[in-house]
């Protein structure tokens, strides 16, 4: 078995490919020459002595599967196995089992694969009998039978040059790492280091250019191919920056159906003699040399050096000639020399110290003006302050010179195991840590400190260099951030909290629906002065107003969508506080500063006057303990900038701001971060709801602005609101006239999955004299339509009902009779369900709960529409 993971081979590579080439090549040389050794003397010894070198059942077996049994070579895994140029595969697998085919007398059929990853599925499923290149992991060994271990491979990682010191694979936690798609070193790395992010290639080329390119932080394969790769394709900026913990055998994987032939490739990989692999190995693996002396490069050096000192020796002879033929005149000058040399020294002393002054002023300036630092002596005296310390904790360097470095900032981790300076003057090394700093004159700094120490050219310990990174502003950041995810996850809990409101109220319009139904059909069937009828007229106000709660409700879910307009802010707000000073007591004084005339918003007029009023009535219930107060009601139009709003979707650019302000209790934070929560209120029981601020917020967000409330204990609260200003023609309603109740002889469909409201609208169409037929299920509706076209002059249903939806049925029976008129009710005011309703032919949308004046006007208009696509029933 060839062995690659010598510990000899675990040292960080040099950037240069090359160098870092020769040290791994260079150990593969000289391993398996002794290992191969050992395996000559064991299979000489176990070697059988029949010319055959398999059983005869083996044998047997291997020639009833001549031409059947396939193998399949990796791709792309030099030099253990790969594609050349022209296509054709070698490496030291190819050899391998070409040996193996050789002795055995078989030949296996090829199979042809793109990637590694396809190869390894085909042998899962058995389409493939030997994967010659496999590592054993015990994932595998549940699926594939294994040979015996014939080599062992090591990894490494791959960083470019950029990446400094040695790494491991703790390093790579977070960093994005290419790994060979499906290969050993994918399923560990995807199970023993879930944090990294393994990138997945099919080749290995792949991943090296993509760390070439800086597409990914590293990669982690096998030694010998990285090599190989890395100089052949010219990556001299990739650096090998560290080894794996594991290096993982490789043996011959082989299908499970197939579990003789495990025996026969044992036996096959022990008839290759030591002789043969060391000449694999030394074709794929070995540096082939030449002798120094036939290097021409050598030979023109050694004429050079030749040369060289042929001229010295000449040169010498010449100079000492001549030095003897001048000896007398160089004794004359050696005065004059020596003087001048004594002058040029003085000189050279005297421009030395101003170097070293100058020097020792740039060093005290860079000193100065880099990050706060201390230096300290060991027994944690200090040496030396810098300016940019002494403005940072507010202390006088030359009053502080000498003291212990506790006298002058304290923290907690001061003379404590904790503290860097004891950890570095212990040997141990210390690590970045963060820590509230405090001198006489400043309180609670944070703080990074690092220590380093100080140490001349021979290594000799002079002090330690204590320097501190104030972080005050990323605490900050860090606050602001923790305050954003507190808006979101607020905005997060108003939209499930709405969602469950319009719930709610949805299965209470429906409830509501009967109720005034049958209380106007009783009503109209009732003497006009009786006290029956007085009855009914009470029932009909109480579910009116029941009815405006589910609306509410429903804007605060913004389930139900309002018929948005251009406002007059100010004349709504007008008329709303008209209404509050008639309404709340003369003990609040009420001041108003608008400021907004003729400029408009979009939303609701009545809405807009809804939110006035529930914010004046919270004010006076925040204020009527206290026996009165001041309510003050402003509105004016600024202009909001990106940078002034605390949430995205803010309103930008020209707004009203309307703002509400009180004088009352105010409210402590926990209460301020609910105040908006449907049905959640501090006033006492009877005083409310919990829906008044609710239904504000859901309002103002339907018209596209934004709320925020300031308050604190005893200090009043103060509610702003921003809404975008729009430019365009107030629209006034016209007013809505009624009379007798309009009547019919048509045939009308009616289906609604609820039996109440189908069996309410029934007898309320029946009453003006129209024929109906009722159904709870659209499916049964559409199927006796279709047997029945024709026979019907309009259809009243349901939007959402189980099977098929309003909107389903109507598109079917639109398909029918394409001009047959369709009424659509609906507990949602849904633009969008409108609009599509509308492409399909629908003109008319009911509101639940639907009145009776309103469903038989609703039809008959429908009915007396002029539509020449459509003819109406012989009822009709």
């Not at 010598?6 to 040099?14: A, I, L, V």
């Not at 189980?802 to 633009?831: H, Q, S, W």
Request: glycine residues 8%; proline residues 5%.
């Amino acid at each position: 078995m060839i062995n690659f993971s010598s510990s000899t081979m675990r040292r960080q590579w040099s950037p240069c490919v090359g160098a870092a080439r020769w040290y791994a090549l260079c150990y593969l040389c000289l391993v398996p020459g002794v290992l191969c050794l050992l395996f000559s003397l064991s299979a000489f010894a176990a070697a059988p002595s029949a010319s055959d070198p398999l059983t005869a059942a083996q044998r047997k077996w291997l020639d009833a599967r001549k031409g059947k049994l396939s193998l399949a070579f990796e791709p792309d895994w030099p030099p253990a196995s790969f594609f050349s140029d022209e296509g054709l595969v070698q490496g030291i697998t190819p050899e391998y089992i070409s040996l193996i085919e050789k002795k055995l007398g078989f030949k296996f059929k090829r199979a042809h694969y793109d990637t590694w990853a396809d190869i390894l599925q085909a042998g899962y499923r058995g389409e493939v009998d030997v994967i010659p290149t496999m590592a054993r992991l015990p994932e595998r060994e549940v699926r594939l039978h294994f040979t015996r271990t014939y080599f062992q491979v090591p990894t490494t990682i791959v960083t470019g040059p950029e990446t400094p010191g040695v790494l491991s694979l703790e390093d790579m936690v977070g960093k994005r790492v290419c790994v060979l798609r499906g290969s050993a070193d994918y399923e560990i790395l995807s199970k023993k280091y879930p944090g990294i992010e393994l990138v997945p290639v099919d080749f290995t080329l792949d991943g090296l250019n993509r760390v070439d390119r800086r597409e990914a932080d590293g990669m982690v394969a096998d030694v010998a191919s990285i090599a190989y790769l890395m100089e052949r394709h010219g990556l001299n900026r990739l650096q090998s920056s560290g080894y794996t913990h594991y290096s993982y055998e490789i043996c011959m994987g082989i299908s499970r159906a197939q579990p003789m032939l495990v025996e026969i490739m044992n036996r096959g990989l022990t008839l290759i003699s030591p002789e043969e692999k060391r000449e694999i190995f030394k074709k794929w693996l070995y540096l082939k040399t030449r002798p120094v002396y036939r290097d021409p490069a050598f030979r023109a050096y050694a004429i050079v050096l030749m040369v060289s000192l042929l001229m010295a020796v000449l040169g010498g002879f010449f100079i000492w000639n001549r030095s003897l033929r001048h000896a007398v005149d160089r004794a004359t000058r050696v005065g004059r020399r020596a003087e001048e040399s004594l002058r040029a020294q003085a000189a050279e002393l005297e421009g030395a110290r101003q170097r070293v002054a100058r020097a020792n002023l740039e060093l005290t300036q860079v000193f100065n003006a880099s990050i706060p630092m201390l230096i300290i002596d060991r027994r944690f005296r200090l040496l030396r302050m810098n300016s940019t310390f002494s403005e940072l904790f507010g202390v006088d360097a030359s009053l502080m010179v000498g003291k212990h470095c506790y006298e002058v900032i304290r923290s907690d981790m001061c003379r404590t195991e904790d503290c860097p300076l004891t950890q570095a003057l212990s040997g141990i090394v210390p690590k970045r840590s963060e820590s509230l700093f405090s001198t006489a004159s400043r309180e609670g700094i944070p703080c990074m400190v690092a220590v380093n120490p100080l140490t001349d050219k021979n290594g000799r310990f002079l002090g330690i260099v204590d320097s501190f990174i104030d972080i005050s502003r990323l605490f900050q950041a860090e606050e602001e951030k923790e305050q954003l995810r507190a808006q979101l996850r607020h905005s997060q809990k108003m939209e499930a909290l709405g969602t469950l409101a319009g719930g709610i109220a949805h299965d209470f319009n429906n409830i509501l629906s009967p109720i005034i139904g049958y209380a106007e059909m009783t009503q109209l069937s009732l003497p006009a002065e009786s006290r029956e009828a007085e009855n009914m007229t009470g029932i009909l106000k109480a579910s009116q107003r029941a009815r405006d709660l589910v609306r509410r409700i429903l804007t605060l879910s913004r389930r139900h969508q309002s018929e948005l307009q251009p406002v007059h802010a100010q004349a709504v707000v007008e008329e709303a506080m008209t209404l509050l000073r008639s309404t709340l007591p003369s003990t609040i004084l009420i001041r108003e500063t608008l400021h907004a005339k003729g400029r408009m918003i979009f939303g609701d007029p009545t809405h807009v006057h809804q939110v006035i009023m529930n914010l004046g009535t919270n004010a006076y219930h925040a204020m009527e303990g206290q026996g009165g107060g001041t309510l003050e009601v402003a509105l004016e139009a600024v202009a909001m900038d990106e940078g002034e709003t605390s949430f995205p979707g803010d309103p930008v650019g020209a707004c009203l701001r309307l703002r509400v302000r009180d004088t009352g209790v105010g409210m402590d934070a926990a209460s301020r971060d609910r105040i908006f929560d449907p049905y959640f209120t501090t006033k006492g029981e009877g005083k409310g709801t919990g829906l008044g601020l609710s239904v504000v917020h859901g309002i103002v967000r339907e018209c596209g602005g934004t709320i925020t409330v300031e308050s604190e204990p005893g200090m009043g609260s103060t509610f702003t609101l921003w809404f975008p200003e729009v430019e365009g023609e107030e629209v006034v309603p016209e007013p809505v006239t009624t009379g007798a109740l309009p009547r019919g002889r048509e045939t009308v469909l009616v289906v609604d999955d609820d039996e109440e409201l189908a069996f309410l609208l029934k007898r309320m169409l029946r009453r003006a004299g129209y024929r109906v037929t009722v159904f709870t299920e659209s499916k049964k509706a559409l199927s006796h339509y279709r047997s029945s076209v024709g026979n019907y002059d309009i259809v009243v249903s349901d939007m959402t009902m189980p099977g098929m939806t309003g909107m389903a049925l109507t598109r079917e029976i639109k398909a029918m009779t394409p001009g047959i008129p369709v009424i659509l009710c609906t507990g949602y005011n849904d633009r969008m369900a409108r609009q599509a309703a509308e492409t399909i032919g629908v003109r008319t949308f009911l509101m639940k709960p639907v009145e009776m004046h309103t469903l038989l006007t609703a039809v008959r208009q429908e009915l007396d529409a002029d539509d020449d696509t459509w003819k109406p029933s012989k009822s009709g």
